[in-house]
């Protein structure tokens, strides 16, 4: 079966485009032909800097032959109907259409409509075009004469030339002819844009790769990835170093070369004086350059870096190695004087007494001084909850009101949360905004803090996401929690929740930093109260707030707990809207999973189910059931014992879950097991005797209410 090859050959396409780039193609084209009527075995596509490239194998040469019927409306019925049914089926007249008969409808139009297949050249001709006008770029330019026409042609980067060939293995592939803005399709591509700018013939994909690796080009991105990756280690490795592997960068490296060529720059040592994160964000942002360290070394940085340039040297790479260590130089000088720069004092330290003395600031120590300028420049958190001097504030509060309940020093806990916003303000963090947090923990420790206050500034970010790490130390968790309890309850206040797949201010993400951080650490914590008492500096109905707040959590707890493969019925079980520790709901949830895996556990969830049915049944028929079990009124022996079950195992249930031991609250119930079944298998519940029969019901109530105080067993499958 014939085979499809298609290039479409630009200047160069930022290297944050190219995957997405050419994975649009792929589904444009592929849902265009399958549309069309062609199946295909196989669709891959490539990309460099240069060119997005379709390989399609084994494509129809012609899409089938289309016979269908429309069925129309009946012979009687009004003409607006019957034009209707004209436009759709897409006659001239209603003599084109046939009359078929049903023995109950009557006469009915029915249109006969006989599609010819196409060949795939004129498929692929006329879908193209329209992909590529209407491709999806994030951004996109018009060039040459032709930009001033109305609806010319638009590409990410100019657009040179379109190669575009079809056939199979066995013969010679034809040209797919088209024609968009002048740019006509080719057999013709171009190589290496200085070591082989020539064109070159191809004929179909496989000769098409081999030509272009043969005039320095490498179409697949995943092995240029592999070639600057395993150069880069080596190389690192040959001159006493390891190479500090960063996945994002060699992502967008791997796109900004067609021949990778992996050098080695270097600096002076004097610039190792900077925080390694620094050298290392500033040399990957303005460089694109990997960073190493000694060999076997965990932190700590060698003053060499490597750089991936596009082209083989005649000097072996030395002036271009040469110009990128002067250009890294500069960059890293303008980050030591950052660095130094923080560590002094500010100009305008008369001005800042105010907000010191507001948050118990030093005034001789940097990072008080730029916290107490955060403050009183009133930098805004938010348009509707204020700046965020007063957030500070906020979450200085909640911190010590969490601190006993974590566990934390509550002064420790203040001074961090005091501190844990002031490397705003700092140099280094204007300049990368992603050091935010670590910067402060580092002045925090050349200030002198505790250890543990330290940590705090840095960790309360955390965890930014599912695999990040969660915080531990007790100081870090009190402001980490009061940090996103205080964002969360905030916009709450303000109405400004997550809608849809919309979560501007990732509220989402903090919820579950919070889930996260009391279940991964075993903390208990009354959110409801806590709620109530972030709320406080906002006006608004606080308790329909604080529910819906704790829905919102609920429904975060369930994603979680999904993850780490809970069963989704046994945490809609154990949760209630009261529900407001979510430790606790863990708890339940894995004992209620460890109860289920017995025998007792399944015997006795068939046989509250079906007490759980029978009174459902009784109900909605408003059968009469008593108030409360009277032992006067059993009769058999089965009922007796099941009573005495009950009552026992109610009280042991409660007792263990006062305790929060819910491994005991579980085996408390198990006891119900055995006298459940005997009580179905020898009591009719709907005896003859009204008092009997509401007597009976009741105690079935009893047995509904006693396992309801460790789950709702309505709501377990099985």
């Known amino acids: 079966m014939p085979d499809l090859l298609l290039e479409l050959r630009s200047e160069e396409i930022p290297a944050r485009m190219q995957r997405k780039a050419a994975g649009d193609l792929k589904k444009?084209?592929?849902?265009?032909?399958?549309?069309?009527?062609?199946?295909?075995?196989?669709?891959?596509?490539?990309?460099?800097?240069?060119?997005?490239?379709?390989?399609?194998?084994?494509?129809?040469?012609?899409?089938?032959?289309?016979?269908?019927?429309?069925?129309?409306?009946?012979?009687?019925?009004?003409?607006?109907?019957?034009?209707?049914?004209?436009?759709k089926a897409g006659l001239s007249s209603i003599a084109e259409a046939h009359v078929h008969s049903d023995p109950k409808k009557g006469d009915f139009y029915v249109a006969h409509i006989s599609k010819p297949g196409r060949a795939a050249e004129d498929i692929i001709a006329e879908l193209v075009p329209g992909i590529i006008r209407a491709f999806p770029w994030p951004k996109s330019m018009r060039w040459g004469p032709a930009s001033a026409k109305p609806g010319s042609l638009r590409w990410v980067r100019p657009l040179q030339t379109i190669l575009c060939t079809f056939g199979p293995e066995t013969e010679e592939p034809v040209i797919v002819d088209f024609e968009i803005d002048g740019i006509r399709s080719s057999n013709v591509t171009y190589g290496h844009r200085f070591h082989a700018p020539g064109a070159i013939t191809v004929r179909r994909f496989d000769d098409y790769v081999s030509k272009l690796e043969a005039a320095k080009v490498v179409l697949d991105a995943d092995r240029r990835k592999e070639i600057i990756l395993a150069d880069a280690r080596n190389l690192a490795f040959a001159n006493g170093l390891d190479l500090v592997e960063d996945e994002g960068l060699l992502e967008e490296v791997s796109g900004l070369v067609e021949w990778p060529v992996v050098l080695m720059g270097e600096f002076e040592q004097d610039f190792l004086a900077i925080p390694a994160e620094v050298i290392r964000l500033t040399i990957r942002a303005n460089q694109k350059c990997f960073v190493t360290r000694p060999q076997g070394a965990d932190e700590g940085l060698?003053?060499?870096?490597?750089?991936?340039?596009?082209?083989?040297?005649?000097?072996?790479?030395?002036?271009?190695?040469?110009?990128?260590?002067?250009?890294?130089?500069?960059?890293?000088?303008?980050?030591?004087?950052?660095w130094k720069t923080d560590q002094g004092d500010l100009p305008d330290l008369d001005q800042l007494q105010v907000s010191a003395e507001k948050f118990g600031l030093d005034l001789t120590k940097p990072l008080d001084q730029r916290m107490a300028r955060l403050d009183h420049l009133g930098v805004t958190f938010h348009a509707k909850l204020g700046t965020q001097g007063e957030r500070v504030g906020r979450i200085k509060r909640l911190a010590e009101e969490l601190a006993p309940t974590?566990?934390?020093?509550?002064?420790?806990?203040?001074?961090?949360?005091?501190?844990?916003?002031?490397?705003?303000?700092?140099?280094?963090?204007?300049?990368?905004?992603?050091?935010?947090?670590?910067?402060?923990?580092?002045?925090?420790?050349?200030?002198?803090?505790?250890?543990?206050?330290?940590?705090?500034?840095?960790?309360?970010?955390?965890?930014?996401?599912?695999?990040?790490?969660?915080?531990?130390d007790p100081v870090s968790v009190a402001v980490a929690l009061a940090d996103k309890l205080d964002t969360l309850v905030g916009f709450w206040a303000i109405d400004e929740k997550p809608t849809g797949s919309k979560d501007p201010y990732a509220l989402r993400r903090a919820a579950l930093g919070v889930v996260r951080i009391l279940v991964e650490n075993r903390i208990q914590l009354k959110l409801a109260s806590v709620f109530a008492c972030a709320a406080a500096p906002y006006a608004g109905d606080s308790a329909d707030q604080v529910r819906d707040l704790l829905a919102f959590f609920h429904d975060r707890l369930k994603v979680y707990l999904r993850d780490q493969g809970a069963r989704h019925d046994l945490i809609d079980a154990v949760i209630t809207p009261r529900s407001d520790d979510l430790l606790q709901i863990v708890r339940r949830v894995e004992a209620l999973g460890k109860f289920l895996e017995t025998e007792d556990g399944r015997n006795l969830l068939a046989g509250t189910k079906r007490a759980a049915n029978i009174l459902a049944a009784e109900e909605k028929k408003k059968t009469l059931v008593a108030e409360h079990v009277e032992p006067a009124l059993l009769r058999e022996d089965a009922e007796k014992t099941l009573f005495a079950a009950v009552n026992q195992a109610e009280k042991q249930a409660g007792e263990a879950i006062q305790n929060e031991d819910f491994s005991a609250a579980m085996l408390a119930l198990s006891v119900l097991r055995e006298p459940v079944d005997s009580f179905f298998e020898r009591v009719l519940v709907n005896d003859e005797d009204q008092a009997v029969r509401a007597n009976r019901l009741a105690l079935l109530t009893r047995i509904r209410t006693a396992t309801d105080q460790v789950a709702d067993f309505s709501k377990i499958a099985g």
Do not use: C
Request: cysteine-free.
């Open 28 to 87: 444009m084209l592929t849902d265009g032909l399958v549309e069309a009527g062609l199946t295909y075995e196989a669709a891959r596509e490539y990309w460099t800097p240069r060119r997005l490239t379709l390989d399609i194998r084994g494509l129809n040469a012609r899409s089938k032959d289309i016979r269908e019927e429309i069925k129309g409306p009946s012979t009687t019925a009004p003409e607006q109907a019957v034009q209707g049914f004209l436009r």
């Open 406 to 472: 974590v566990g934390a020093d509550a002064a420790l806990a203040r001074r961090a949360a005091v501190l844990a916003k002031a490397d705003l303000t700092t140099e280094v963090v204007g300049e990368f905004p992603e050091l935010q947090g670590a910067m402060g923990r580092k002045y925090a420790l050349l200030q002198g803090e505790h250890p543990s206050v330290a940590a705090a500034i840095e960790e309360h970010y955390k965890p930014q996401g599912p695999s990040d790490y969660v915080p531990s």
């Open 302 to 338: 060698s003053n060499r870096f490597i750089l991936t340039a596009n082209i083989e040297a005649s000097d072996g790479g030395n002036e271009i190695a040469r110009g990128n260590g002067k250009v890294v130089r500069a960059r890293l000088s303008d980050a030591l004087y950052f």
